[in-house]
């Protein structure tokens, strides 16, 4: 039965991810920034195991996992939670840009570095669902896709790195998705939120899930959803 780790499975993409995998009958690690939220997740999901952490304080992972039980092994880390605030370069203040960076790639960073040798023992893989502001940053954007920008930098090193010890490693670009932080999004935006005009997260988790059931012969490195009308 195959482990894996997830962050962002409250809600959006990382939601239904994690319900196909429980249907699967497969074991899951969820991350919640709090003893709450974690409580929350194992009712949504009977018999998933929880681990806290604050993805927006990655400094203290580290010193989190030292006071709880992680997995012996994992086979997939599923990088899926993030955050977003738009803004101009001329109004985004300094602590919106340091909360982006944190949650969006030095945490996943860091979840990285804290779990490698338990994704090493399984030849396990990594996946970062990124974004179409990783690939292009439009105006009111900038904050938002350098965070995103960076996980791609991530990703790609990681993927080098790893390679010789079998880790692999796979960026999901998805565009706009029917998900809570597309209608914050809207809101920013000041614009109505229609989420039938936008990719299914059911949608983004069928190419995760391909990504991570892909014999081992081959590795999905990047895949691109937009939405399809």
């Known amino acids: 039965m195959a482990a894996h780790l997830i962050t962002g499975a409250g809600s959006g993409i990382g939601a239904v991810v994690a319900e196909r995998l429980a249907a699967r009958g497969e074991e899951l690690w969820l991350l919640a920034r709090d003893a709450r ?38 086979d997939t880390l599923l990088h899926i939670a993030g955050v977003v605030e738009l803004g101009t370069v ?33 030849r396990g893989h990594v996946l970062f669902v990124n974004s179409g502001a990783g690939l292009r940053a439009d105006p009111t954007w900038g904050s938002y896709a350098a965070s995103k920008f960076a996980v791609r930098a991530l990703a ?54 391909t990504a991570i059931d892909l014999p081992r012969d081959a590795e999905i490195t990047e895949i691109t959803v937009r939405p399809g009308q």
């Open 90 to 122: 001329g109004d985004t203040p300094v602590k919106a840009w340091q909360h982006q960076l944190n949650v969006n790639t030095v945490a996943p960073a860091e979840l990285t570095r804290l779990v490698l040798p338990q994704l090493r023992l399984t």
């Open 37 to 74: 939220r974690a409580a929350e997740l194992r009712e949504r999901f009977p018999g998933a195991n929880t681990l806290v952490g604050d993805l927006a304080d990655p400094a203290k992972l580290s010193w989190a996992f030292g006071h709880q039980s992680l997995p012996v092994e994992l």
């Open 156 to 209: 790609d090193a990681l993927r080098g790195e790893e390679h010789a010890n079998g880790v692999r490693v796979t960026t999901v670009y998805p565009g706009r998705t029917a998900t809570p932080m597309q209608q914050k999004v809207h809101q920013q935006e000041g614009a109505a939120y229609d989420p039938s005009r936008w990719i299914a997260p059911e949608s983004v988790a069928t190419a995760i899930l």
